[in-house]
């Protein structure tokens, strides 16, 4: 490997574990959560999961003040990672064994999921 592709190869690998792979808008993803996510009427305006459709659930919705979350969507053996929040997001968690009263948005973009953990994570506390 000559020195260049040597750096190249290098600089890319520095650069994909340095870079976060949900690299969203926070402000943004408020914006969805309160608006067409209409995530706050389960996980509540501050997302303390206590939304005014909160109380029909059994599990009762993740606070996400707390920032504990109960499914490992990929089978990592990490609960809450940011690609878990984004499947539960885009597929639903009952698909995962969560809430079956959390509805896939399959209809959201990946930057809008993107944003939506952004501003998700920035909810704890």
Known sequence: MNHLSKFLSTTATA??????AF????????????GAGACA??????????????????????SFTEGVF???TDGDGSKGTDTDLA??????????GGNVGMPGRAD??????????????????
């Open 15 to 20: 650069f994909i574990l340095t870079t976060p």
């Open 23 to 34: 690299a969203g808008d926070a402000a943004a993803g408020k914006a969805i959560y309160d």
């Open 41 to 62: 009427s389960c996980h509540g305006a501050t997302g303390a999961g206590d939304g005014i459709a909160a109380a029909a659930f059994n599990p009762k919705p993740a």
């Open 70 to 72: 109960r499914l490992d």
């Open 87 to 96: 499947n539960a997001i885009k597929n639903g968690a009952a698909k995962y």
């Open 108 to 125: 959201f973009s990946d930057a809008q999921v993107n944003d939506l953990v952004a501003y998700i994570r920035s909810l704890k506390k």
